[in-house]
């Protein structure tokens, strides 16, 4: 099959060449990274606990209420924008030389389903098939709701696991991606990071302009449905994301990225999300994040390469790091279950908080059962074909 060593094709030098790179070697293993995934799902966590919606308000006083809903407001922008720029990276400073499309595709496949469909499952037993038509369910199940411009469609079942269905895109287009950008000279790759970023910010001013501004966003967010799913959830929009993390990965390792550290890079994240709540809600989705996280991401990986101590590569954060999957797709249905259980009381600050903190701990429980018992066996049974066990990859 043609393109079934897409991935082997050689790609430019770091002195302008053809062929396959010469450089100094760099780790396959980037515990850092893994570190970080927990945070951003603990962001995409905090904006479905502080959802704006009367029936699932948890604290009392109005102003903490009011003051923990602007706070995370953004977070699941934060998360979802970072897992995709991280997909990207992650892949190609993680790509062999040797792979073909077809192990690609099978790794991915066996990472991103089980736990899916687990969530698919028990989201649809607890509460998601009591409204939702099974059409549309059918539809989240095939990861195919993202291509519908419908808010309760692209959002349906599990709503946290509509990104699933534009990382399913990302990776059917990786081994092609990933051959043009092995072609890119280094010293264009600037030019290259600069046009992804140009293009992510101007997706908002394109959905503002070309897209009709009714009906809005339930939950009265500024902008259209078709708006919103145009800058934030189309697969081949938010590729941009995926395809800039790819980008600073092959100037990393080329030696074409300007380092500024995880410190500066982690302050400037922070003043962008404080940008957030200043610009226009989708230009706050991911247009003022995109570059901070991309240079977080960066610093990350070069500071694991270099052996450099990270707060985020200690065993607790890389073993949070790991269950973050299972975290992100559960933890949606861990609030609603609780909330269920609660009902519509309204709590103390103290008594909130100690709720949030509990509905964290009970999400990592599941989600370390699902790791353990789904994700991580499946993955050692079958992310290679039976000829090549015991060689199997984890990326």
């Known amino acids: 099959m043609a ?61 903490t209420e009011f003051r923990f809903v602007d706070i995370a407001d953004q977070a699941g922008g934060l998360g979802v924008a970072f897992f995709f720029v991280l997909s990207g990276f992650v892949l190609t400073w993680s790509a062999r030389a040797d792979d073909t499309v077809t192990g690609f595709w099978r790794r991915r496949l066996v990472k991103i389903v089980p736990n899916y469909v687990v969530a698919w499952a028990l989201a649809m037993v607890l509460f998601a098939s009591t409204y939702t038509p099974a059409r549309t369910a059918i539809v989240n199940l095939l990861m195919l709701q993202v291509w519908i411009p419908d808010f309760n469609t692209y959002f349906s079942v599990d709503p946290p696991s509509w990104s699933l269905g534009a990382e399913a895109f990302f990776y059917l287009s990786f081994p092609f991606l990933h051959r043009v950008f092995r072609a890119i000279r280094p010293e264009r790759l600037v030019f290259w990071i600069t046009g992804a970023v140009a293009a992510v910010v101007a997706t908002p001013a394109v959905a503002y302009l070309l897209l ?11 902008g259209s449905v078709s708006q919103y799913w145009f800058s934030y959830v189309l697969p081949p929009v938010r590729m ?24 500066w890079s982690g302050l400037l994240l922070v003043a962008g999300y404080v940008a957030t709540h200043y610009v226009p809600y989708l230009y706050a989705q991911r247009a003022v994040l995109v570059v901070p996280i991309a240079l977080l991401i960066a610093a990350a990986a070069i500071a694991d390469n270099e052996g450099r101590f990270t707060i985020f590569r200690n065993r607790a954060m890389t073993w949070l790091g790991e269950i973050s999957f299972a975290f992100y797709l559960l933890h949606f249905i861990v609030l609603t279950e609780l909330r269920d259980l609660l009902g519509t009381r309204m709590y103390s600050t103290v008594e909130g908080v100690g709720l ?40």
Not at 212 to 222: A, I, N, R
Not at 245 to 263: C, E, P, T, Y
Not at 376 to 395: E, G, Q, Y
């Open 212 to 222: 009709p501004d009714t009906p809005g966003v339930p939950g009265g967010y500024e």
């Open 240 to 263: 941009l994301d995926f395809a800039l993390g790819m980008l600073v990965a092959h100037a990393v390792r080329s030696g074409r990225w300007r380092n500024i550290g995880m410190v």
């Open 356 to 395: 949030l903190l509990f509905a964290i701990a009970a999400t990592v429980l599941v989600s370390w059962v699902l790791y353990r018992l789904v994700e991580a066996p499946i993955t050692r049974r079958f992310s290679s074909p039976r000829r090549d066990r015991p060689a199997v990859r984890n990326d």
């Open 3 to 63: 393109t079934d060593r897409l991935l082997a094709q050689p790609g430019p030098t770091p002195d302008g060449g053809s062929g396959q790179q010469s450089q100094r070697p760099f780790t396959s293993r980037l515990p850092s990274l893994t570190g970080l995934r927990f945070p951003a799902a603990l962001a995409v966590f905090a904006y479905h606990a502080a959802l704006p919606i009367p029936t699932l308000r948890l604290f009392a006083d109005d102003s």
